[in-house]
């Protein structure tokens, strides 16, 4: 069975940290972009971060540069995003994306992990 399960999401007060995982089993990450996604309560989704499948080139969306880190473990088939100096702002439900990126090809979604920061 082809699933994405993140995990790791939680409450938090700003300023704080967490670390949100991507497992993917029934298929290999290797060949695919991991992209992580956001949605907040009225807006619409968002893309935060994404990881490449090949050279693992990262980008970041303005709003979480230098806060956020996307990583991969190819070997454990799990990606991963490191969240410093969350904010109220980052409170979301965050996605795991994993996209092949050719026509034709696979394009699976995870059911979501909820973040709140607050005080």
């Known amino acids: 069975q082809v699933q994405l399960v993140e995990s790791g999401g939680g409450l938090v007060q700003p300023g704080g940290s967490l670390r949100l995982s991507c497992a993917a089993s029934?298929?290999?990450?290797?060949?695919?972009?991991i992209g992580w996604f956001r949605q907040a309560p009225g807006k619409e989704r968002e893309g935060v971060a994404c990881?490449?499948?090949?050279?693992?080139?990262?980008t970041y969306v303005d709003a979480v540069k230098g806060r956020f880190t996307i990583s991969r473990d190819n070997a454990n088939n799990t990606a991963y995003m490191q969240m410093n100096s969350l904010n109220t702002e980052d409170t979301a439900v965050y996605y795991c994306?994993?996209?092949?990126?050719?026509?034709?090809?696979?394009?699976?979604w995870g059911q979501g992990t909820q973040v709140t920061v607050s005080s």
């Open positions: 029934g298929f290999t990450l290797d060949n695919y972009a």
């Open positions: 994306n994993a996209d092949q990126g050719i026509v034709g090809g696979f394009d699976y």
């Open positions: 990881i490449s499948g090949y050279v693992w080139r990262t």
